[in-house]
């Protein structure tokens, strides 16, 4: 690097001997090229967020694209798939830490999503050591000991496809910054991934594959096609070899799922039911429409009839495109210590993969190893080819209306009590450097999280915001609500944890989060400025 770009392109932070393997500086000069060639895009496309959302504030509702018209009509397919993306029926996904790369690597299933998103806090010794775990789990020389039982983890030989998910558009990385900005995170993670494994990967024989998480439009996976087309140029790889599979997670990507397909066709291997976010960005979205409400959370499921539209519309989408369609993560996950609710969970479970796997998914997300052989079993009934892409599902008629159908249900105290807490508890691991937690024998990541509070602030604000018992949801009730809920967490944790656990700074920012009038885009923006 020339002394002018070093003043430029700056990493800030202090870096152990095993981060500096990774943070050389060609790999920084490669992040830096892609950082430089994509910002201002990046920063358009983030911009044209916003415009949207004042869109659809002033009645403006999203509908299929009339200017895309010609490629949703047109017969094309995506590029052929890989032979280890074909059969895909089980994925676990997880955080980049270390013993659990390992686990979810060896667990049975077909692929593991490594997680820097939404599973994974980004502090930056999370970030850069999931770098370091998945450049060794690459090369299997990744081991690790759990120093308090001894018990010491290494590679099987037969492990799952590695797929990683860098973090999403929205993000930045503070601790490199270009022109004195921070980078965007996406970049980083995939820069950083790409540099170290890209090649390793390939001799190998399989590939730089990713999770494109959070989209909000076609012309944002355009952005991610023409990183893909830079990288591969700038590493002397084929133009192709990247696999990206797109989760369909925001209510403007649902619109737009042939698009997204379309932009990314070189390197597409599908899209993937992202229906935690989903549900999220659809309240999002919608936040300033009084009768968009949702009733409580764990009312809100894949047989409500906009989220069966969704999950079925990207299943004949896909299909006619020659691509898979994932589906997504029942958040369901062991009931240690109690038989009778851990068989209700993993009933939970099954179910849900029946259901996906009838309707013609090509696969499944599970967060969980337990839950691994249940899904595997339930797709090995009901697909007995490696994908069921021939099952075309032209059957299947989703129009707009369905696609933004306002659910039916109840808001009941447990309801709120529990976004309230579980909101907090959340916020709470992710702050300690925990993106994953078991809350109340349920997966939270951020994305569960963000409903959580997206709800209460729109049940606060809407005069629907109301109770079964004919309560108002207001500030106050939510004050005590949040003050009792508080109590209880300091009274079963002790002192000393509730104080090192971070509970009072959580709680402080889940009353911003749903006291600002302007609704704040994603929790983690402003949790990051609190992360280490
Ligand atoms: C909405 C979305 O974006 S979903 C995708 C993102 N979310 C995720 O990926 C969450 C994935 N799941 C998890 O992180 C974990 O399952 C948690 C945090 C919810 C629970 O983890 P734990 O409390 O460790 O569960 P538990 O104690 O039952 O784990 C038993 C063993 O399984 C391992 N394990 C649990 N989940 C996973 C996983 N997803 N991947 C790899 N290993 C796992 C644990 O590390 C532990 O290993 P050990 O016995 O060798 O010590
Ligand atoms: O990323 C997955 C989701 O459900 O959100
Ligand atoms: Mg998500």
Known sequence: ?????????????ELEPEFKEILTEDALSFVEGICRSFEVRRQALLKRRQIRQQEIDNGVLPTFLESTKHIREADWKIAPLPKDLQDRRVEITGPVERKMVINALNSGAHVFMADFEDANAPTWRNTIQGQVNLRDAIRRTITFKNEKNGKTYQLNEK???????????????????????PVSASLVDFGLYMYHNAEELRKRGTGPYFYLPKMESHLEARLWNDVFVYAQKELGIPKGTIKATVLIETILASFEMDEILFELKDHSAGLNCGRWDYIFSYLKRFRNHPDVILPDRAQVTMTSPFMRAYSLLTIKTCHRRGAPAIGGMAA?????????????????????????????????????????????????????????IDKKREDVEVSAKDLIEVPNGSITEEGLRMNISVGIQY??????????????????????????????????????????????????????????????????????????????????????????????????????????
């Not at 690097?1 to 932070?13: G, N």
């Not at 990683?164 to 900005?181: A, C, F, M, S, Y």
């Not at 809350?439 to 951020?446: Q, Y």
């Open 332 to 388: 369901q996950i062991p009931v240690k210590g109690d038989e009778q609710k851990n068989a209700e969970a993993f009933e939970k479970v099954r179910l849900d993969k029946e259901r996906e796997a009838r309707d013609g998914h090509d696969g499944t997300w599970v967060a969980h190893p337990a839950l691994v052989p249940v899904a595997k079993e339930v797709f090995n009934q009901y697909m007995p080819t490696p994908n069921q």
């Open 1 to 13: 690097m020339s002394q002018e770009t070093k003043q430029e392109f700056q990493l800030r932070a």
């Open 159 to 181: 492990t799952a496809t590695l797929v990683v998910r860098p973090r999403g558009w929205h993000l930045e990385e503070k601790n490199i910054t270009l022109h004195g900005q």
């Open 427 to 532: 916020i709470a691991s992710w702050l300690n450097g925990n993106g994953a937690a078991p809350i109340n024998h349920l997966m939270e990541d951020a994305a569960t999280a963000e409903i959580s509070r997206a709800q209460v602030w729109q049940w606060i604000r809407h005069p629907k915001g109301v109770l079964t018992d004919g309560r108002k949801i207001t500030r106050e009730l939510v004050d005590r609500i949040q003050e009792e809920e508080m109590f209880t967490m300091r009274f079963d944790l002790g002192e000393e944890r509730f104080t090192t656990g971070k509970f009072a700074e959580a709680s402080e920012l889940f009353t911003t989060l749903i006291e600002e009038d302007e609704f704040v885009e994603f929790l983690t923006l402003p949790g990051y400025q609190l992360l280490n």
